[in-house]
Protein backbone atom coordinates (compact mmCIF):
# COMPACT_ATOMS: atom_id res chain seq x y z
CA UNK A 1 0.00 0.00 0.00
CA UNK A 2 1.41 3.15 -0.85
CA UNK A 3 0.09 7.40 -0.03
CA UNK A 4 0.81 10.32 -2.25
CA UNK A 5 1.04 13.77 -1.17
CA UNK A 6 -1.86 13.96 -2.91
CA UNK A 7 -3.80 11.67 -0.85
CA UNK A 8 -3.85 8.34 -3.25
CA UNK A 9 -4.06 5.57 -1.33
CA UNK A 10 -2.89 2.48 -3.42
CA UNK A 11 -3.57 -1.44 -2.63
CA UNK A 12 -2.95 -3.90 -5.13
CA UNK A 13 -1.86 -4.73 -8.14
CA UNK A 14 0.42 -2.88 -11.01
CA UNK A 15 -2.63 -2.15 -12.79
CA UNK A 16 -4.08 -0.26 -9.64
CA UNK A 17 -0.57 1.55 -9.18
CA UNK A 18 -0.60 2.78 -13.26
CA UNK A 19 -3.86 3.93 -12.88
CA UNK A 20 -3.28 5.64 -9.11
CA UNK A 21 -0.78 7.67 -11.09
CA UNK A 22 -3.59 8.27 -13.81
CA UNK A 23 -5.98 9.68 -10.68
CA UNK A 24 -3.10 12.36 -8.87
CA UNK A 25 -2.85 13.73 -12.31
CA UNK A 26 -7.30 13.71 -12.93
CA UNK A 27 -7.51 14.99 -8.56
CA UNK A 28 -4.35 17.40 -8.62
CA UNK A 29 -6.07 19.47 -11.90
CA UNK A 30 -9.67 19.51 -11.28
CA UNK A 31 -9.60 20.03 -7.29
CA UNK A 32 -6.74 23.29 -7.01
CA UNK A 33 -6.57 23.79 -3.40
CA UNK A 34 -9.55 21.41 -2.02
CA UNK A 35 -8.55 18.89 -0.40
CA UNK A 36 -9.54 15.67 -1.83
CA UNK A 37 -8.50 12.05 -0.80
CA UNK A 38 -8.45 8.88 -2.75
CA UNK A 39 -8.48 5.16 -1.90
CA UNK A 40 -7.89 2.68 -5.10
CA UNK A 41 -9.22 -0.84 -3.56
CA UNK A 42 -8.26 -3.95 -3.85
CA UNK A 43 -10.56 -7.27 -3.50
CA UNK A 44 -8.53 -10.20 -4.61
CA UNK A 45 -8.29 -11.31 -1.15
CA UNK A 46 -10.23 -11.40 2.09
CA UNK A 47 -7.06 -9.92 3.70
CA UNK A 48 -7.07 -7.10 0.68
CA UNK A 49 -10.38 -5.78 1.68
CA UNK A 50 -10.04 -5.78 5.46
CA UNK A 51 -6.63 -3.63 4.63
CA UNK A 52 -8.84 -1.42 1.95
CA UNK A 53 -11.22 -1.00 5.08
CA UNK A 54 -8.24 0.04 7.42
CA UNK A 55 -6.37 2.35 4.78
CA UNK A 56 -10.01 3.83 4.86
CA UNK A 57 -10.40 4.57 8.23
CA UNK A 58 -6.80 6.06 8.66
CA UNK A 59 -7.19 7.76 5.67
CA UNK A 60 -10.17 9.61 7.33
CA UNK A 61 -7.86 10.20 10.62
CA UNK A 62 -4.87 11.51 8.63
CA UNK A 63 -7.18 14.34 6.59
CA UNK A 64 -10.31 14.37 8.52
CA UNK A 65 -11.75 17.63 6.12
CA UNK A 66 -11.16 15.76 3.59
CA UNK A 67 -13.72 14.40 0.53
CA UNK A 68 -12.63 10.73 0.75
CA UNK A 69 -13.70 8.94 -2.30
CA UNK A 70 -13.49 5.12 -2.89
CA UNK A 71 -12.98 3.06 -5.80
CA UNK A 72 -10.96 0.02 -7.21
CA UNK A 73 -12.01 -3.75 -7.42
CA UNK A 74 -12.96 -4.04 -3.51
CA UNK A 75 -15.41 -1.12 -3.73
CA UNK A 76 -17.13 -2.85 -6.99
CA UNK A 77 -17.93 -5.95 -5.18
CA UNK A 78 -19.59 -4.40 -2.52
CA UNK A 79 -20.34 -0.89 -3.52
CA UNK A 80 -23.25 -0.56 -0.36
CA UNK A 81 -21.01 -1.90 2.67
CA UNK A 82 -18.30 0.62 1.51
CA UNK A 83 -20.91 3.82 0.88
CA UNK A 84 -21.94 2.51 4.23
CA UNK A 85 -18.93 3.42 5.96
CA UNK A 86 -19.25 6.83 7.81
CA UNK A 87 -15.54 7.53 7.15
CA UNK A 88 -16.90 7.38 3.12
CA UNK A 89 -17.94 10.48 1.54
CA UNK A 90 -18.57 9.17 -2.24
CA UNK A 91 -17.94 5.59 -4.45
CA UNK A 92 -16.58 5.81 -7.37
CA UNK A 93 -17.06 3.13 -10.17
CA UNK A 94 -13.83 1.40 -11.25
CA UNK A 95 -15.07 1.42 -14.76
CA UNK A 96 -15.34 5.49 -14.43
CA UNK A 97 -12.83 5.97 -12.09
CA UNK A 98 -10.32 7.23 -14.84
CA UNK A 99 -13.15 9.51 -16.63
CA UNK A 100 -12.44 13.81 -16.51
CA UNK A 101 -15.64 14.29 -15.60
CA UNK A 102 -16.31 12.10 -12.54
CA UNK A 103 -13.06 14.74 -11.15
CA UNK A 104 -14.44 17.93 -12.42
CA UNK A 105 -14.41 20.06 -15.55
CA UNK A 106 -10.49 20.72 -15.04
CA UNK A 107 -9.51 17.34 -14.83
CA UNK A 108 -8.39 16.41 -17.95
CA UNK A 109 -5.52 19.59 -18.29
CA UNK A 110 -3.39 17.48 -15.83
CA UNK A 111 0.50 18.28 -16.59
CA UNK A 112 2.63 14.19 -17.38
CA UNK A 113 4.71 14.16 -13.33
CA UNK A 114 7.63 13.47 -13.70
CA UNK A 115 8.99 9.97 -12.37
CA UNK A 116 12.25 7.52 -13.74
CA UNK A 117 9.21 4.29 -14.51
CA UNK A 118 6.41 4.51 -15.21
CA UNK A 119 3.26 2.14 -14.68
CA UNK A 120 1.10 2.39 -17.58
CA UNK A 121 -2.50 0.09 -17.84
CA UNK A 122 -2.92 -1.04 -21.37
CA UNK A 123 -5.52 -3.90 -20.45
CA UNK A 124 -8.88 -4.12 -18.30
CA UNK A 125 -10.87 -7.03 -17.13
CA UNK A 126 -10.83 -11.13 -17.58
CA UNK A 127 -12.68 -13.34 -19.79
CA UNK A 128 -11.77 -16.32 -18.04
CA UNK A 129 -13.29 -18.15 -14.76
CA UNK A 130 -10.48 -19.21 -12.66
CA UNK A 131 -12.49 -20.90 -9.66
CA UNK A 132 -10.51 -18.46 -7.31
CA UNK A 133 -10.90 -15.31 -8.76
CA UNK A 134 -13.43 -12.13 -7.70
CA UNK A 135 -11.39 -9.74 -10.15
CA UNK A 136 -13.92 -10.05 -13.18
CA UNK A 137 -16.27 -8.99 -11.02
CA UNK A 138 -14.90 -5.81 -9.99
CA UNK A 139 -13.19 -5.26 -13.63
CA UNK A 140 -15.53 -6.72 -15.68
CA UNK A 141 -14.58 -8.42 -19.08
CA UNK A 142 -11.70 -8.04 -21.02
CA UNK A 143 -11.03 -4.99 -23.00
CA UNK A 144 -7.51 -2.91 -24.13
CA UNK A 145 -6.37 0.23 -25.20
CA UNK A 146 -5.52 0.95 -28.32
CA UNK A 147 -1.81 0.96 -29.56
CA UNK A 148 -1.81 4.44 -30.74
CA UNK A 149 -3.40 5.59 -27.77
CA UNK A 150 -0.25 3.28 -25.78
CA UNK A 151 2.53 4.85 -28.01
CA UNK A 152 1.60 8.28 -27.49
CA UNK A 153 1.05 7.73 -23.39
CA UNK A 154 4.19 5.77 -23.69
CA UNK A 155 6.11 8.87 -25.93
CA UNK A 156 4.96 11.55 -23.99
CA UNK A 157 6.53 9.59 -20.57
CA UNK A 158 9.36 9.01 -22.15
CA UNK A 159 9.72 13.06 -23.43
CA UNK A 160 8.96 13.70 -19.73
CA UNK A 161 12.10 12.28 -17.93
CA UNK A 162 11.16 8.34 -17.54
CA UNK A 163 13.78 5.63 -18.74
CA UNK A 164 11.43 2.29 -17.79
CA UNK A 165 7.71 1.85 -18.59
CA UNK A 166 5.98 -1.43 -16.95
CA UNK A 167 2.62 -2.40 -19.41
CA UNK A 168 0.57 -3.94 -17.15
CA UNK A 169 -3.17 -5.31 -17.11
CA UNK A 170 -5.41 -7.99 -15.41
CA UNK A 171 -4.66 -10.34 -17.57
CA UNK A 172 -1.94 -8.61 -19.83
CA UNK A 173 -1.15 -11.62 -22.58
CA UNK A 174 -4.80 -11.13 -23.38
CA UNK A 175 -4.04 -7.76 -24.73
CA UNK A 176 -5.98 -7.52 -28.18
CA UNK A 177 -6.97 -4.31 -30.23
CA UNK A 178 -8.69 -5.32 -33.25
CA UNK A 179 -6.51 -8.60 -33.82
CA UNK A 180 -3.43 -7.20 -32.73
CA UNK A 181 -1.84 -9.24 -29.85
CA UNK A 182 0.30 -8.13 -27.27
CA UNK A 183 3.63 -9.04 -29.55
CA UNK A 184 1.83 -6.45 -31.95
CA UNK A 185 2.10 -3.43 -29.20
CA UNK A 186 5.43 -4.69 -28.09
CA UNK A 187 7.07 -4.32 -31.25
CA UNK A 188 5.25 -0.92 -32.08
CA UNK A 189 6.15 0.71 -28.83
CA UNK A 190 9.92 -0.13 -29.62
CA UNK A 191 9.94 1.09 -32.72
CA UNK A 192 8.10 4.27 -32.09
CA UNK A 193 9.63 5.14 -29.21
CA UNK A 194 13.56 5.14 -30.07
CA UNK A 195 13.78 6.73 -26.47
CA UNK A 196 12.58 4.28 -24.50
CA UNK A 197 15.02 2.73 -23.11
CA UNK A 198 13.53 0.01 -20.41
CA UNK A 199 10.42 -1.88 -21.37
CA UNK A 200 8.96 -4.58 -18.15
CA UNK A 201 5.77 -6.65 -18.28
CA UNK A 202 3.37 -7.22 -15.36
CA UNK A 203 2.44 -10.70 -15.30
CA UNK A 204 1.97 -13.11 -17.85
CA UNK A 205 -0.22 -16.14 -18.25
CA UNK A 206 1.85 -19.25 -19.19
CA UNK A 207 -0.81 -20.50 -21.90
CA UNK A 208 -0.39 -17.26 -23.64
CA UNK A 209 3.24 -16.98 -24.24
CA UNK A 210 3.75 -18.36 -27.73
CA UNK A 211 6.59 -17.96 -29.88
CA UNK A 212 6.49 -14.65 -31.22
CA UNK A 213 6.27 -13.01 -27.01
CA UNK A 214 8.72 -15.57 -26.36
CA UNK A 215 11.50 -14.32 -28.95
CA UNK A 216 10.54 -11.27 -27.59
CA UNK A 217 11.38 -12.11 -24.13
CA UNK A 218 14.27 -13.62 -25.15
CA UNK A 219 16.03 -11.41 -27.84
CA UNK A 220 15.19 -7.60 -27.40
CA UNK A 221 17.16 -6.10 -25.27
CA UNK A 222 14.74 -3.27 -24.15
CA UNK A 223 12.84 -5.90 -22.86
CA UNK A 224 14.14 -6.35 -18.90
CA UNK A 225 15.53 -9.55 -18.50
CA UNK A 226 12.53 -10.35 -15.61
CA UNK A 227 9.34 -12.84 -16.41
CA UNK A 228 6.90 -12.52 -13.77
CA UNK A 229 4.61 -16.02 -14.84
CA UNK A 230 0.71 -16.06 -13.05
CA UNK A 231 1.78 -19.92 -12.42
CA UNK A 232 -0.85 -20.21 -8.96
CA UNK A 233 0.15 -23.85 -8.11
CA UNK A 234 2.48 -26.59 -9.18
CA UNK A 235 0.01 -29.68 -9.34
CA UNK A 236 -2.09 -30.21 -11.86
CA UNK A 237 -5.30 -31.72 -10.20
CA UNK A 238 -4.81 -28.20 -8.03
CA UNK A 239 -4.68 -26.28 -11.33
CA UNK A 240 -7.52 -28.22 -13.35
CA UNK A 241 -9.68 -27.52 -9.80
CA UNK A 242 -8.04 -23.36 -9.63
CA UNK A 243 -9.46 -23.76 -13.51
CA UNK A 244 -6.08 -22.71 -15.29
CA UNK A 245 -4.82 -23.34 -18.97
CA UNK A 246 -1.34 -24.36 -18.14
CA UNK A 247 -0.02 -27.52 -16.88
CA UNK A 248 2.86 -28.20 -14.26
CA UNK A 249 4.96 -29.35 -17.23
CA UNK A 250 3.88 -26.92 -19.33
CA UNK A 251 5.52 -24.21 -17.11
CA UNK A 252 8.35 -25.89 -15.68
CA UNK A 253 9.31 -26.17 -19.77
CA UNK A 254 8.55 -22.64 -20.32
CA UNK A 255 10.49 -21.63 -17.39
CA UNK A 256 13.55 -23.41 -18.37
CA UNK A 257 13.54 -22.03 -21.92
CA UNK A 258 13.46 -19.20 -21.34
CA UNK A 259 16.38 -19.31 -19.03
CA UNK A 260 18.20 -21.72 -21.74
CA UNK A 261 17.06 -18.38 -24.72
CA UNK A 262 18.56 -15.70 -22.05
CA UNK A 263 20.83 -16.98 -19.41
CA UNK A 264 20.41 -13.50 -17.21
CA UNK A 265 16.61 -13.93 -17.01
CA UNK A 266 15.21 -13.88 -13.46
CA UNK A 267 11.69 -15.88 -13.30
CA UNK A 268 8.83 -14.21 -10.68
CA UNK A 269 5.72 -16.11 -9.70
CA UNK A 270 2.39 -15.39 -8.30
CA UNK A 271 1.59 -18.92 -6.46
CA UNK A 272 -1.24 -19.24 -3.79
CA UNK A 273 -1.06 -21.65 -1.15
CA UNK A 274 -3.72 -23.75 0.58
CA UNK A 275 -6.37 -23.97 -2.00
CA UNK A 276 -9.17 -25.75 -1.29
CA UNK A 277 -8.84 -29.80 -1.63
CA UNK A 278 -5.07 -29.04 -1.69
CA UNK A 279 -3.00 -32.04 -0.25
CA UNK A 280 0.34 -32.20 1.47
CA UNK A 281 1.87 -34.33 -1.64
CA UNK A 282 0.00 -31.46 -3.88
CA UNK A 283 1.78 -28.61 -1.38
CA UNK A 284 4.95 -30.31 -1.72
CA UNK A 285 4.66 -30.33 -5.69
CA UNK A 286 4.12 -26.39 -5.91
CA UNK A 287 7.11 -26.43 -3.23
CA UNK A 288 8.98 -27.96 -5.80
CA UNK A 289 8.12 -25.92 -8.57
CA UNK A 290 9.77 -22.96 -7.07
CA UNK A 291 13.59 -24.69 -7.62
CA UNK A 292 12.64 -26.56 -10.58
CA UNK A 293 11.39 -22.86 -12.30
CA UNK A 294 14.27 -21.00 -10.29
CA UNK A 295 11.66 -18.98 -9.06
CA UNK A 296 13.29 -15.80 -7.38
CA UNK A 297 10.18 -13.36 -7.26
CA UNK A 298 7.23 -15.28 -5.38
CA UNK A 299 4.19 -13.25 -5.07
CA UNK A 300 2.37 -15.80 -2.61
CA UNK A 301 -0.79 -15.52 -1.06
CA UNK A 302 -2.68 -18.04 1.41
CA UNK A 303 -5.83 -19.21 -0.07
CA UNK A 304 -8.83 -16.85 1.08
CA UNK A 305 -12.37 -17.60 -0.31
CA UNK A 306 -14.33 -14.73 -1.77
CA UNK A 307 -17.93 -14.57 -1.88
CA UNK A 308 -19.54 -16.23 -5.18
CA UNK A 309 -16.98 -18.29 -6.56
CA UNK A 310 -16.55 -21.58 -7.37
CA UNK A 311 -13.82 -22.31 -5.18
CA UNK A 312 -15.24 -20.85 -2.05
CA UNK A 313 -17.95 -23.42 -2.06
CA UNK A 314 -14.74 -26.65 -2.54
CA UNK A 315 -13.75 -28.40 0.82
CA UNK A 316 -11.37 -25.95 2.59
CA UNK A 317 -7.54 -25.85 4.14
CA UNK A 318 -7.50 -25.08 7.30
CA UNK A 319 -6.34 -21.43 7.01
CA UNK A 320 -3.16 -21.77 9.66
CA UNK A 321 -2.58 -24.63 7.77
CA UNK A 322 -2.91 -22.26 4.61
CA UNK A 323 -0.35 -19.65 6.60
CA UNK A 324 2.43 -22.12 6.84
CA UNK A 325 2.46 -23.68 3.58
CA UNK A 326 2.56 -20.15 2.23
CA UNK A 327 5.39 -19.11 4.59
CA UNK A 328 7.37 -22.74 2.64
CA UNK A 329 7.00 -21.40 -0.71
CA UNK A 330 7.94 -18.16 0.76
CA UNK A 331 11.27 -19.36 2.65
CA UNK A 332 11.97 -21.14 -0.76
CA UNK A 333 12.09 -18.42 -3.29
CA UNK A 334 14.24 -16.56 -1.02
CA UNK A 335 16.85 -19.33 -0.55
CA UNK A 336 16.76 -18.76 -4.30
CA UNK A 337 16.93 -15.08 -4.36
CA UNK A 338 19.84 -15.17 -1.53
CA UNK A 339 21.83 -17.45 -4.30
CA UNK A 340 21.27 -15.52 -6.63
CA UNK A 341 22.08 -12.40 -5.56
CA UNK A 342 25.48 -14.06 -4.23
CA UNK A 343 26.26 -15.42 -7.72
CA UNK A 344 26.32 -10.88 -8.89
CA UNK A 345 29.27 -10.42 -6.86
CA UNK A 346 31.78 -8.74 -9.31
CA UNK A 347 29.33 -8.17 -12.45
CA UNK A 348 28.97 -4.95 -13.40
CA UNK A 349 25.53 -3.94 -13.49
CA UNK A 350 22.95 -0.88 -15.35
CA UNK A 351 21.37 0.40 -12.22
CA UNK A 352 18.20 3.12 -12.75
CA UNK A 353 18.59 5.06 -10.12
CA UNK A 354 14.81 5.14 -8.64
CA UNK A 355 15.52 6.13 -4.80
CA UNK A 356 16.85 9.05 -3.12
CA UNK A 357 19.49 7.61 -1.64
CA UNK A 358 21.10 6.32 -4.28
CA UNK A 359 18.91 2.83 -4.48
CA UNK A 360 17.67 1.36 -8.09
CA UNK A 361 17.05 -1.77 -9.69
CA UNK A 362 19.53 -3.99 -12.35
CA UNK A 363 17.31 -5.52 -15.60
CA UNK A 364 16.80 -8.33 -14.02
CA UNK A 365 15.32 -6.56 -11.14
CA UNK A 366 17.69 -7.06 -7.95
CA UNK A 367 17.23 -4.01 -5.96
CA UNK A 368 20.76 -2.64 -5.68
CA UNK A 369 21.93 0.31 -3.23
CA UNK A 370 25.12 2.04 -4.34
CA UNK A 371 27.88 3.26 -1.89
CA UNK A 372 28.26 6.69 -3.48
CA UNK A 373 25.77 9.52 -4.75
CA UNK A 374 23.84 9.38 -7.91
CA UNK A 375 21.48 11.52 -9.58
CA UNK A 376 17.44 10.28 -9.51
CA UNK A 377 17.08 9.14 -13.02
CA UNK A 378 19.81 8.63 -14.39
CA UNK A 379 21.38 4.69 -15.29
CA UNK A 380 24.81 4.42 -13.43
CA UNK A 381 27.05 1.05 -14.68
CA UNK A 382 27.71 -0.37 -11.11
CA UNK A 383 30.04 -3.22 -9.76
CA UNK A 384 28.11 -5.25 -7.29
CA UNK A 385 30.73 -5.32 -4.52
CA UNK A 386 28.87 -7.51 -1.84
CA UNK A 387 25.37 -9.75 -1.86
CA UNK A 388 22.86 -9.75 1.18
CA UNK A 389 19.91 -12.17 1.24
CA UNK A 390 17.58 -9.06 -0.01
CA UNK A 391 19.99 -6.24 -2.10
CA UNK A 392 23.04 -6.04 -3.65
CA UNK A 393 25.82 -3.47 -2.64
CA UNK A 394 27.69 -1.60 -5.92
CA UNK A 395 30.44 1.09 -6.77
CA UNK A 396 29.76 3.19 -9.72
CA UNK A 397 32.10 2.56 -12.04
Not at 219 to 241: C, N, T
Amino acid sequence: MSASPQAIVTLGCRLNIAESEALRQLVTASHGGRDVAVVNSCGVTNQAVKDTRAAIRRLRRDRPGAELVVTGCASDMDRAAFAAMPEVDRVVANAAKLLPAIWGPRANIAPPRRHTRGFIGVQNGCDHACTFCAIPQGRGSSRSDPIGEVVHHVATLVEGGQREVILSGVDLTSYDDRGARLPALIERLLAQVPALQRLRLSSLDPAEVDDHLFALLTQEPRIMPHVHLSLQAGDDLILKRMRRRHTRAQAIALAQALKVARPDITIGADLIAGFPTESDAAHANTLAMVTECDITHAHVFPYSPRDRTPAARMPQVAPDLARARAAALRDASAQRRTGWLAAQVGTVQPVLIEKPGDRGHTPAFADLRLDAPARVGTIVDARVTAATPTHLIGTPE
